[in-house]
Every structure is written in structure tokens, then in C-alpha cells.
């Protein structure tokens, strides 16, 4: 086998990103979406009496030091994959200066008494050095695929997260009420557990990406959904005043909520 030819190296990264994240994500769903939705079905017949209320909010409260272990999990791969942007925007830099550094044949003068065939590079060389550019051309191809992967991982990351974060701020709203006053009624505490506009927060905001691309997020809500349970969606919108991404219907209470969760998806979905 000629010495030019380079073995493409296993990467995984994007498969350790996805097991780093998943074990979370499986914890998650298997508890505490169960646990919150019995706590919701519970509240939406009666205030429960104050010892089934704390441990209700024990209950959320260990789902929420859950999540922000696996938030602390799903920043440590987002660092990773903008450490790994950063280095495959470099390597692209070098490979392109490289490529366009030429190396001539051989070298000559002018045909004459002295002139003519001089210096002659070894074919086997130039060979070499097209097929490591390619070689290297198809390693940064790699790990902007795997990059890609790791991305996607962490946005379906937070379309299981941030819902249940919201509903976790509506439950433990509605357990300190009925702890204040036992006897609500069922329209206040449906009231409770459904979106309360936020004025303030509904105000647009301007976003400056990742890529310098400024965006106005504004928190529109869904004409079509149920005005016992309104969900809303944040919509970014480029300079000419067009939506150009709409991140996903919720039911979540706080608008930064979000604003936040589209704010990481303009930074992975939009150049």
C-alpha cells in the first residue's frame, strides 16, 4: 500500500455527547414526567392537605435539582461543540492556505547553452501532499458532521427540558397557594396551572447571534389553542421584518423560557 494513503480515524464525540446526555434524558421520561403528571391530574380536583403538599414539593423540588444536574451536563457539551466550531473553522483556514501553495513540478531557465530541465520534484511527493489535503479536507468534513449530531442532541435536550421546567413553576405556584388557602376553587386553581401572559417579557427583544446576525424574538400566542390553556411560541424575525424561525407550541408560563430555548436554536439553525 503506497505511504499516502491515510487511515480515516474513528471519531465518536457526538456519541459520547449523546450518552452523556441520554441517561438524563431516559431519567426524565421515565420518572419525572410520570411524577408531574399525577401531581397535575391531583391539583386539577382539589388543594391537597398540607403533608401530601410538602411532599409534592419534595418531589418537585428533586426533579429540579435533576434537571439542572443535567443542564450542567448539556453546557459542558455545548462548550464542547463550540470549542470544536472554533477548531474546524481553523483547520479549514490552514488546509485552504496549504492547497494554495503551490509545488511546481520541476524547476528551469529559458532553453540556451546553460539553460534548460534543472530540478525535477519526485512525482511520489506531490502525490503525497494531494492526498493528505484530501485526507484532511475529509477529517474536518467528519467532525463537522459529528458537530451536527452533538447540536441535535442538545435541541431535542431541550424540547424534553424546558417544557417540564414550566410546568414544574406552575405546580409549585399552585402548591404554595393551596397552602395559603385550602379551599380554592377549581376555576382558580385551573387559572393557576394555565399560562399567565407576562407583559413584561412579551415585549420584543432583540438578539444578537453567534454568526453577528441581529433578530427580534417576539412571544406570540397560538390563536388556535384553548383559552383555559393558551400555548405560546417564541418567533424570531430577520431586519425586513420576516419570520424566519418559529420554535415549538408550549404551554410554559414564562416567556424567557422561551426566548431562551429560540435563542439557542438561531445559533444552530441559522447562518
Do not use: W
Amino acid at each position: 500500500m503506497p505511504h499516502f494513503l491515510l487511515k480515516r480515524p474513528k471519531i465518536k464525540i457526538d456519541k459520547v455527547s449523546a450518552e452523556l446526555l441520554t441517561y438524563a434524558e431516559i431519567l426524565i421520561r421515565e420518572f419525572a414526567e410520570k411524577k408531574v403528571a399525577e401531581i397535575i391530574d391531583y391539583l386539577r380536583q382539589q388543594c391537597p392537605p398540607q403533608d401530601v403538599i410538602e411532599r409534592m414539593l419534595a418531589t418537585t423540588n428533586k426533579i429540579t435539582k435533576q434537571i439542572a444536574k443535567a443542564g450542567r451536563r448539556a453546557k459542558k457539551v455545548k462548550r464542547l461543540s463550540d470549542q470544536l466550531k472554533i477548531a474546524i473553522d481553523v483547520a479549514k483556514v490552514i488546509i485552504n492556505i496549504i492547497a494554495h501553495f503551490n509545488i511546481p513540478s520541476s524547476f528551469g531557465i529559458p532553453p540556451g547553452p546553460a539553460g534548460g530541465h534543472l530540478f525535477a520534484f519526485n512525482l511520489n511527493l506531490i502525490m503525497t501532499r494531494a492526498a493528505k489535503l484530501k485526507f484532511y479536507n475529509e477529517i474536518v468534513e467528519l467532525l463537522e458532521e459529528k458537530n451536527d449530531n452533538i447540536n441535535e442532541v442538545l435541541t431535542n435536550f431541550n424540547l424534553v427540558f424546558i417544557p417540564l421546567q414550566a410546568k414544574l413553576e406552575l405546580i409549585n405556584a399552585l402548591l404554595n397557594r393551596c397552602s395559603q388557602n385550602p379551599d380554592l376553587s377549581q376555576e382558580e386553581r385551573l387559572g393557576l396551572l394555565t399560562v399567565a401572559k407576562d407583559q413584561e417579557t412579551d415585549k420584543p427583544v432583540e438578539y444578537t447571534s453567534q454568526s453577528g446576525t441581529i433578530y427580534t424574538i417576539k412571544v406570540t400566542t397560538d390563536p388556535n389553542s384553548p383559552a383555559i390553556a393558551p400555548q405560546r411560541r417564541a418567533i424570531a424575525i430577520d431586519k425586513k421584518g420576516v419570520p424566519v424561525l418559529k420554535g415549538p407550541l408550549s404551554f410554559a408560563s414564562d416567556s424567557n423560557v422561551l426566548i431562551e430555548e429560540l435563542k439557542f436554536r438561531i445559533d444552530n439553525q441559522l447562518p
